[in-house]
């Protein structure tokens, strides 16, 4: 889930065609992960075909995508390489909550709570490497580029919007920033509307972008403090110091201005946290300028998703149209060849 700041920023709401013509570098992980969440039966369960094979990561990437493509927006999605050591507690808690949640869901499904059912079974999603295969095989049928970076997928995709290879990066997460990315867009794949938990009450969920700058300057911070601050919170490479939460982060920082000093003010100590620091401020990346967008291929997609997921073809045929011009004219181009 990476450092949680929403109660300490601001969201600019925008609508898909404000992303029309730019590059958006996907956090390829986190979007699977909501497609798995969200996209399930009203008992919890994911999507699946005939023969029991889940497609709800394939089912919400498509149409997303094809979503993305009709808006003009150039997509390019980055996938996790090897977990950092650093982040093996977090995996292994995560692991946890995935287990306890299944075992709840399972009860939830017994007592007929349907509602606590599909909640539980949402926290209890699980992408594996089949799945993961199976996303950049459909990518490559849409022409859509996809890379994966040696570590974090979201600290290369932040790296490539900071050196201006991407325009923004799409994730849920509020990670993107501390890696400095310029730009931040959420909620890219979870445009409509999401029942509130238990009520009978539905809300809007529109994408919404959130700037660097302007974090940096409600803060009043640096990104550097921004970090520390992270620290102090709890990421995904540490647990945070008991008892401070965003809010009163944010005053130790504009307080003292370092990690150091908060520290020793607090008699604490926080293990690792100059390397910690360093996973943010100079990530391991690769260079991304050879990716290109190639032409959808329409027959392609639908025998794939038709023969291996059981996809209807009529839906498809009618999805597929849509992009029918796209085909005709998207020439490959590189990432340069955008701007």
């Known amino acids: 889930m990476g450092v949680n700041l929403s109660a300490l920023v601001?969201?600019?709401p925008i609508s898909l065609s404000h992303l029309s013509g730019k590059i958006i570098a996907i956090d390829a992980f986190n979007t699977l992960y909501q497609f798995l969440s969200s996209i399930r039966q009203a008992d919890g369960t994911p999507l699946s075909n005939s023969s029991g094979k889940i497609t709800s990561h394939v089912s919400g990437l498509f149409y997303r995508s094809v979503n993305l493509l009709q808006e003009g927006i150039k997509p390019v999605f980055v996938f996790d390489g090897l977990p950092h050591p650093l982040k093996t507690l977090t995996i292994q808690k995560r692991r946890e909550i995935r287990n306890r949640a299944m075992e709840e869901w399972e009860k939830a499904v017994k007592e007929g709570d349907m509602e606590r059912a599909r909640s539980k079974a949402a926290q209890s999603s699980r992408l594996t490497p089949e799945m993961v295969e199976e996303a950049k095989v459909l990518l490559e049928l849409l022409g859509i580029?996809?890379?994966d970076a040696p570590g974090?997928?979201?600290g290369q995709?932040?790296?490539?919007?900071a050196a201006g290879e991407a325009w923004a990066v799409g994730s849920q997460d509020f990670d993107s920033l501390l890696?400095?990315?310029?730009?931040?867009v959420r909620n890219l794949s979870l445009s409509g509307?999401?029942?509130l938990p238990r009520r009978n009450e539905y809300v809007s969920v529109t994408p919404e972008i959130l700037e660097l700058e302007v974090v940096l300057e409600r803060l009043e911070l640096t990104r550097e403090q921004m970090i520390d601050m992270a620290l102090l919170i709890g990421i995904d490479f540490n647990s945070g110091i008991k008892g401070i939460g965003p809010k009163?982060?944010?005053?130790l920082m504009r307080k003292h201005g370092s990690l150091e000093a908060v520290m020793q003010e607090k008699e604490v100590n926080i293990p690792k946290f100059q390397e910690i620091r360093d996973l943010f401020l100079k990530p391991v990346t690769i260079p991304a300028r050879s990716l290109e967008w190639g032409a959808v291929d329409a027959k392609g997609c639908m025998d794939y998703l038709h023969e291996q997921f059981d996809?209807?073809?009529s839906r498809l045929e009618s999805t597929m149209s849509k992009l029918a011009k796209l085909k005709s004219s998207r020439s490959q181009k590189s990432l340069d060849q955008w701007f």
């Open 10 to 12: 601001d969201f600019t």
């Open 145 to 147: 580029p996809h890379l």
């Open 152 to 154: 974090e997928g979201e």
């Open 157 to 161: 995709a932040s790296v490539m919007a």
């Open 179 to 184: 890696f400095g990315a310029p730009r931040l």
């Open 193 to 195: 509307r999401r029942k």
């Open 248 to 251: 009163t982060a944010v005053k």
């Open 311 to 313: 996809f209807g073809t």
